[in-house]
């Protein structure tokens, strides 16, 4: 199976902030890349698919890049409402989840 | 609206079985992929099955293989999840995904979960 990585697995950050989340696959996985966000409780919310584009409905403050093995999810201006915990999903073999990152309220 | 409605969880033994469902409506359901995910109690997710649209395709992750059967009823707009020789490490909620398959494969919808929780 693909293994995916995420770094960091936790942050603290302020309203306003910018986001990077980095995301890693262990082999080339093209752009077969999806962005998920998880509020406690909640189940999770596609944000991203296909490592760039934007679900419909979700904030444009929200982006995603990369291909290959290498890929991002970047916030551009956190909002209070995103504090929440991040899961990269691979979809090129065998479907397999990142560990997430937990961005939490400095 | 699409909805993904879970039942079935609960308490069992270890050794045990369960039947979870999920009521699916808002949409065509017979013309979508559609999977289970879990998550265990503050860990992350993983993917453990899925049934293609047309009832031709089923896969497992390795952890379930053997133990866990995917089913649909595409008249019924219900997917399935029978779980037997259950063991603790299959404690966690369960989802029911709704998933797309053409270009990028993903996950579009999710219910709300039922937890399993496997314990003596």
């Known amino acids: 199976d693909i293994q995916m990585t995420q770094s960091p697995s936790s942050l603290s950050a302020s309203v306003g902030d910018r986001l990077t989340i980095t995301c890693r696959a262990s082999?080339?996985?093209?752009?077969?890349l999806n962005w998920y966000q998880q509020k406690p409780g909640k189940a999770p919310k596609l944000l991203i698919y296909?490592?760039?584009s934007l679900q419909s409905g979700v904030p444009s403050r929200f982006s995603g890049s990369g291909s290959g093995t290498d890929f991002t999810l970047t916030i551009s201006s956190l909002q209070p409402e995103d504090f929440a915990t991040y899961y990269c999903?691979?979809?090129?073999?065998?479907?397999?989840f990142g560990p997430g990152t937990k961005v939490e309220i400095k | 609206e699409v909805q993904l409605v879970e039942s079935g969880g609960g308490l069992v033994q270890p050794g045990g079985s369960l039947r979870l469902s999920c009521a699916a409506s808002?949409?065509?359901?017979?013309?979508?992929?559609m999977h289970w995910v879990r998550q265990a109690p503050g860990k992350g997710l993983a993917w453990v099955s899925r049934?293609?649209?047309?009832?031709?395709?089923?896969s497992y992750a390795d952890s379930v293989k053997g133990r866990f059967t995917i089913s649909r009823d595409n008249l019924k707009n219900t997917l399935y999840l029978q779980m037997n020789s259950l063991r603790a490490e299959d404690t966690a909620v369960y989802y029911c995904?709704?998933?797309?398959?053409?270009?990028?494969?993903?996950?579009?919808?999710w219910g709300q979960g039922t937890l399993v929780t496997v314990s003596s």
């Open positions: 995904v709704r998933g797309i398959q053409y270009g990028s494969k993903y996950f579009d919808y």
């Open positions: 808002g949409f065509t359901f017979s013309s979508y992929w």
């Open positions: 049934f293609n649209s047309d009832g031709s395709s089923i």
């Open positions: 082999q080339s996985i093209s752009n077969f």
């Open positions: 296909a490592a760039s």
């Open positions: 999903q691979q979809s090129y073999s065998t479907l397999t």
